[in-house]
């Protein structure tokens, strides 16, 4: 499966397994399915590595040493409730289903498993849950129209160069935490050097022109991290 476009750049997963080979071998699996898999077997190392690096979907063993699968995930539910996850345990006792369930997951996969369902399931879950798929996403009081290239906002709309739209797109799918520098460049230029770093810097500051008629939009830069969009507004504010 070829990897897809920026635009579109590959769904994160976070495999939390402590058995190394299974891990191992799932993030092989879904990294040569077009997904882009991170694996940690120790579980309590998972929410530092949320607080600086975005994921679309985590998936959770249940038993664990030290921090098991479910207090790991009433840990994300708190701390980053726009997060999914789902169980992948050899758990398969009813009680511990509902358990699982009840926390929150959006789905409770017993080992053993086929990994190919296991791949469908979690494409499915995503393509259902994730908001990069619409083609249309709000920014405040803007409307941000991907397949068109525009940006329609309170005096008007605006047309983007191809990555002022993936540079936006990917703050916005987002917004609210931190995009480090690194990952944008890398996403947007394919590496992480100076110059992309230089040439970050200036689409930043044409966005944060373009989205200044809406005060309650902010494009912050967390120095040395990245960036963070920030944006609210009411529905009677945005464009039609």
Same mark, same amino acid.
């Given at each position: ?12 997963? #976070?495999?939390?397994? +402590?058995d190394n080979d299974l891990g191992h071998i799932l993030a092989a699996y879904l990294r040569s399915r077009g997904f882009e898999p991170t ?8 929410? +530092?590595?949320? %607080? ?7 998936? @959770?063993?249940?038993?664990?040493? !030290? ?6 995930? !009433? ?6 409730p726009q997060l999914p996850f789902i169980f992948l345990t050899a758990r398969q006792q009813r009680d511990d289903r509902l358990k699982g #369930?009840? @926390? ?33 996403? +709000? ?7 991907? !397949? ?14 191809? %990555? ?35 040439? #970050? ?5 044409? @966005? ?21 969009? +920030? ?10």
């Amino acid at each position: 499966m070829e990897r897809p476009p920026v635009g579109e750049h590959p769904y994160r997963l #976070l495999i939390v397994e +402590d058995d190394n080979d299974l891990g191992h071998i799932l993030a092989a699996y879904l990294r040569s399915r077009g997904f882009e898999p991170t694996h940690r077997a120790d579980s309590t190392s998972v929410v +530092d590595l949320l %607080r600086v690096q975005q994921f679309d979907l985590c998936v @959770l063993d249940v038993v664990m040493p !030290e921090l098991d699968g479910f207090e790991l995930a !009433e840990q994300i539910r708190t701390l980053f409730p726009q997060l999914p996850f789902i169980f992948l345990t050899a758990r398969q006792q009813r009680d511990d289903r509902l358990k699982g #369930l009840g @926390l929150g997951a959006i789905d409770y996969i017993c080992k053993p498993f086929e990994v190919e369902e296991l791949e469908l399931r979690i494409r499915n879950l995503l393509e259902r849950i994730s908001p990069r798929r619409r083609s249309v996403l +709000d920014i405040g009081r803007f409307r941000l129209d991907r !397949e068109r290239f525009e940006l329609a906002g309170p005096h008007g709309s605006r047309h983007l160069t191809e %990555r002022e739209l993936d540079l936006l797109s990917l703050l916005a799918e987002n917004a609210g935490s931190v995009v480090t520098r690194t990952e944008i460049t890398k996403q947007l230029w394919g590496h992480s050097d100076y110059f992309s770093g230089r040439s #970050l810097d200036v689409f930043v500051s044409r @966005l944060r022109s373009y989205l200044a008629d809406d005060p309650n939009i902010e494009l912050r830069s967390i120095r040395g991290v990245g960036l963070i969009l +920030d944006a609210r507004a009411r529905e009677e504010d945005r464009p039609n």
